[in-house]
């Protein structure tokens, strides 16, 4: 497979629901045409802020197909196809190829987590890589799989022909050193998974990310990234404190319905949440718009 350079922003596109829970596929293609406008290097469609574990098979590949479609040509389109099992996961990444994906981010399974060692781990991502159309980067998020990837089976993994990243969502910057310092491939693309490190993840050297930010604040996530590249690190460091109250809310205290919520009030279609997500109370709301408008996004 070809090697291609991953720099810039990234969101993990959210999934917008009409009340009766169906996808609201209009309001997504419309979310993609605004964001084609905003510096976005391009979309990750089925990550964790798309309440993908809640889409059935038809509708993740038509979510993939439309955003093939209705995305700018210059736009990297990255897609989340990692499950439990080995086979169920070569299947749907093919199946995402199929629909157009440039890449794909393949989850650690983490359900038998006490099986899922070193040797697991490694045996796991390069049958998938082996058998996959596409490109294949490494999805790391302790946060829900309760499995950390260690610098050592992602020092060997990036060796691999066709698997040429890793979105790390650890958030521990002390981590990302660690990975950087274990001898990876020279051509692997470590990407950041959370904005709260965005601006240290720059100082470091990783040139890209993709981030639940991005869905709500894209501008603002591309800028700090401008910013640092041409020198004004001060001023780039400034934004990224801005937000972090943000990315705080929008990845913690008020989760996936609360991204989609800013997302609405930004001016983008987020829609109502899935069950058994529950869409936010009016005081949480009223939280959320009030830390908005602190850091200028309303």
């Not at 209705?70 to 099992?85: C, F, I, N, P, R």
């Not at 604040?217 to 400034?238: H, M, N, S, V, W």
Request: glycine share 10%; with cysteine; aromatic share 8%.
């Amino acid at each position: 497979m070809a090697y291609f350079e991953i720099t810039g922003v990234f969101p993990p596109v959210i999934t917008p629901f009409h009340e009766d829970e169906s996808v609201d596929y209009d309001s997504f293609t419309a979310n993609l045409e605004k964001w084609n406008r905003t510096g976005l290097a391009g979309y990750l469609i089925l990550g964790s802020n798309s309440e993908t574990p809640y889409l059935t098979e038809e509708e993740k590949l038509g979510l993939v197909r439309l955003a093939k479609q209705h995305k700018a040509q210059d736009k990297l389109l990255m897609v989340g196809t990692g499950l439990e099992s080995t086979e169920a996961t070569v299947r749907l990444t093919n199946l995402a190829a199929d629909a157009g994906a440039d890449a794909a981010l393949v989850l650690t399974p983490g359900f038998y987590g006490a099986a899922m060692g070193d040797d697991a781990q490694y045996a796991f991502f390069t049958e998938v890589a082996d058998r996959s159309k596409i490109p294949v980067l490494l999805y790391n998020v302790p946060k829900f799989t309760h499995i950390n990837l260690t610098p050592s089976v992602v020092s060997r993994l990036s060796r691999h022909p066709n698997i040429i990243g890793m979105k790390d969502s650890s958030g521990d910057i002390g981590r990302m050193t660690a990975l950087m310092t274990e001898g990876l491939d020279s051509e692997f693309n470590l990407l950041v998974g959370t904005a709260s490190v965005w601006y240290p993840a720059l100082a470091l050297g990783i040139r890209g990310g993709v981030m639940a930010l991005c869905n709500c604040a894209p501008r603002e996530c591309a800028e700090i990234q401008t910013l640092f590249d041409a020198g004004k690190y001060q001023e780039a460091l400034k934004l990224n404190k801005k937000m972090f109250p943000v990315n705080a809310a929008v990845t913690g205290a008020f989760g996936v319905p609360g991204l989609k919520y800013a997302c609405d009030l930004v001016g983008y279609k987020g829609g109502c949440p899935r069950k058994p997500l529950l869409p936010l109370t009016q005081e949480k709301k009223d939280r959320l718009e009030q830390i908005l408008k602190s850091s200028g996004l309303v």
